[in-house]
């Protein structure tokens, strides 16, 4: 099974993910995309993207790109985000790459963008440190 198709089927075990109708747009070597369409739901007082549904995107994209060099039983040991403008628009856009992978850590950084009909504005930047679960760890060493 190719990695895409591994992508597709650990988002389609995820409740949450299910619930804000999360697409993954590209999984491979390269990086992570997930695509969140904006629906009011989302949205806070002035009509913005949720600050947490950004750090959603930002979190659920950094642990895809750390599947990337930890393989997929990762989970975020710590990330931070900052909001850099408003997010409206049709959709969000997290991009996320993997910077380095040790045996059981991997650090990441996503740029999260909303999409609209005047192209993509940048939302949020994040860095994250993702962990091998201690299960998946153990595996490898028996």
Excluded at 56 to 65: F, P, Q
Excluded at 76 to 89: C, D, R, S, V
Aim: contains cysteine; proline residues 2%; neutral net charge.
């Amino acid at each position: 099974m190719d990695l895409f198709s591994i992508g597709q089927k650990v988002l389609a075990q995820q409740p949450f993910s299910k619930l804000l109708g999360t697409e993954l747009v590209e999984f491979s070597a390269q990086g992570a995309v997930l695509k969140i369409p904006i629906r009011d739901e989302l949205k806070q007082q002035f009509g913005f993207v949720h600050g947490g549904v950004l750090a959603y995107a930002a979190d659920n994209a950094l642990t895809y790109a750390g599947a990337i060099g930890l393989g997929v039983e990762v989970v975020t040991a710590e990330f931070k985000i900052n909001y850099l403008k408003p997010a409206q628009g049709d959709f969000l856009l997290a991009r996320a790459v993997l910077v380095n992978a040790g045996k059981t850590q991997a650090v990441c950084r996503c740029d999260v963008y909303a999409v609209h009909a005047g192209g993509e504005t940048l939302c949020a930047v994040a860095q994250g440190t993702i962990a091998k679960l201690a299960r998946a760890a153990a595996d490898e060493g028996t």
